[in-house]
């Protein structure tokens, strides 16, 4: 019986096969003794990236060639599933997105890390333990090491929380439903748009990301003890009951986190002072704190709340750098790798680029606290990174995911309903990578 994903396969060499044409009149392989990085990104990522690789080059004097990919983030996986997939020598060296690791490191594209380390004393402990152990080592084997690392987090109006008398950001959920109730409806004396807390909501990856902080800070999140997933547990039904009522019940979380909650639309509202409390990722604490923002100066960062007899949890986010197995430049690869996660580059990382560091070390640098205070809370916060499961299918997981709590979140279906056809669409969907 042939599987989707077999076809998938199938069609998508005819599509690597047109790919690499196009790369190779693009200006070819190069030297052998020429390195092929693969990186994209913003404007102001690339530029980063190509500075670094000039510096590189002036320390090793080894050639280095930017493979430049797109900044949407599906178009530069698949430029690099492509050649990956066909066996070339090129990128030597990529980035990659935390979500992918499952996938590349199921079809053998990543080759282990461990010979290098080991012989250069380049030890992972260098790095947060949870994030090695939990997405970059797999099978007993080191196939990544992180570059930067993202984690949801908490936003909060300090002022408002001063205003009103609380000390502190919520450690709980039901902490944080009181706070909102309470200061959300004497904002909207004059203020009718407010709202206690933002998030997101829409049916895209957001959603299975907040879903996994809710659930897991339930004691909840993924099972994989039999081989594959399920997510229908009492835990999970209880967090997903809770994401539905602070729409309907508490109805602090405006109705339309559902149909257009994203990232942006919640980093907007939140930024305009329209809320109280906000989810989102790292990246937004800048634009909060940016001169014409409402909220410049107003705002605190805290670990995401959890259950009363629950740990906080913050889905793991960022990117990783691995070395292909195909590659002709292995150890020249690993030179590069190591200068990219070296605590001098991982620092200017944090001061150039705003990127939140993979290394432990660079959060316990003195200059770098003072000069960016949020360094402090963030470490706390990426000590409860949870990763999304790393799994060939996750993008085809996620897509039933996010269609089934989108649902229950419609009050199309109740959570124990929407859970169980989660359940019921995964087992199909591992059926069919595994070709049964």
């Not at 994401?243 to 405006?254: C, K, N």
């Not at 690993?334 to 001098?344: A, D, G, H, R």
Request: include cysteine; proline fraction near 5%; hydrophobic fraction near 40%.
């Amino acid at each position: 019986m042939t599987s989707r994903f077999q076809m998938f396969e199938r069609i998508s060499a005819v599509t690597a096969s047109f790919l690499i044409v196009l790369l190779a009149g693009c200006g070819g392989s190069g030297p052998e003794s020429e390195l092929t990085f693969a990186v994209g990104g913003a404007p102001n990522e690339v530029a980063f990236w190509e500075t670094l690789v000039k510096e590189f080059e002036k320390d090793s004097a080894l050639p280095v060639r930017i493979i430049r990919q797109p900044a949407d983030t599906d178009q530069r996986r698949q430029g690099l599933v492509v050649p990956l997939r066909s066996g070339q020598a090129d990128p030597d060296v990529f980035l990659m997105d935390v979500a992918w690791l499952g996938q590349f490191a199921a079809s053998g594209w990543l080759h282990s890390l461990d010979e290098f380390v080991q012989k250069d004393d380049y030890h992972a402990g260098f790095f947060f333990k949870r994030v090695i152990e939990l997405a970059d080592r797999q099978d007993a084997q080191l196939l990544a090491l992180p570059v930067n690392v993202d984690a949801g987090l908490l936003y909060y109006r300090r002022d408002l929380l001063e205003r009103f008398g609380y000390g502190a950001p919520p450690r709980t959920w039901e902490e944080l439903v009181a706070m909102s109730g309470r200061i959300q409806g004497e904002m909207r004396k004059t203020e009718t748009g407010f709202w206690g807390y933002v998030w997101q909501g829409a049916r895209y990856e957001g959603l299975v990301c907040n879903f996994l902080e809710v659930a897991a800070s339930n004691g909840g999140g993924f099972d994989t003890t039999d081989g594959g997933i399920q997510v229908d547990t009492p835990k999970n039904r209880e967090a997903l009951q809770f994401m539905h009522d602070l729409i309907y019940e508490w109805r602090v979380s405006p109705p339309n986190t559902f149909t257009e909650m994203k990232e942006e639309e919640v980093r907007a509202h939140f930024q305009n002072g329209l809320a109280l409390f906000e989810r989102n990722w790292p990246y937004a604490w800048a634009l909060h704190n940016a001169p014409e923002s409402p909220v410049r100066g107003k705002v605190g960062i805290a670990p995401l709340p959890h259950f009363e007899k629950g740990e906080s949890a913050a889905t793991l986010g960022g990117w990783h750098i691995g070395i292909s197995t195909t590659s002709d430049r292995k150890e020249a690869g690993w030179n590069f790798i190591k200068f990219v996660t070296s605590l001098e580059t991982q620092k200017r990382m944090v001061t150039e680029l705003g990127w939140n560091s993979a290394r432990r070390d660079v959060y316990q640098d003195a200059g770098l606290l003072e000069q960016y205070p949020r360094l402090e809370p963030l470490r706390e916060i990426m000590n409860h990174a949870v990763p999304r499961p790393l799994v060939p299918y996750y993008t085809q997981l996620s897509e039933a995911l996010q269609s089934r709590i989108n649902g229950a979140l419609a009050g199309q279906a109740s959570p124990e309903e929407a859970l169980r056809r989660a359940d019921e669409d995964m087992a199909q969907l591992v059926k069919r990578y595994r070709g049964e």
